[in-house]
């Protein structure tokens, strides 16, 4: 996966992270290092501190993460929370024309991931 190139400010991080798409079925779970900020370097991304590094997800309506977004404002999620976001599958829309990306966020406590 290639490097990211961004003005993420994180004490001992820098530029040591990587962009991270969600299969199906996957879930990932970290630690909020910086929350999408439209209009900002990057800013339609969620930086997760993970076991595996710090990942870089897309997670606004404008990338195709409808549900993500909501569910990061909906549930108040901060920097230094602990999350899972899930991606369950597709689903499609009542009129069935359009089909959107099912994630779900859940707050977890720091002992659920491995550190």
Not at 7 to 16: I, P
């Amino acid at each position: 996966m290639p490097r990211g190139q961004t003005g993420l400010s994180v004490e001992g991080v820098g530029n040591d992270w990587r962009d991270h798409e969600l299969e199906v079925g996957e879930t990932v779970k970290g630690e909020v290092l910086r929350l999408p900020s439209p209009g900002d370097f990057n800013g339609n991304r969620i930086f997760l501190k993970t076991e595996d590094g710090v990942l870089s997800i897309l997670a606004t309506a404008t990338r195709g993460h409808t549900l993500l977004e909501r569910a990061l404002a909906a549930k108040k999620i901060a920097v230094g929370d602990f999350v899972e976001i899930e991606f369950s599958g597709w689903a499609e829309t009542q009129d069935t024309e359009r089909k959107y990306r099912f994630e779900e966020v859940r707050r977890i406590t720091s002992e659920k991931v491995v550190k």
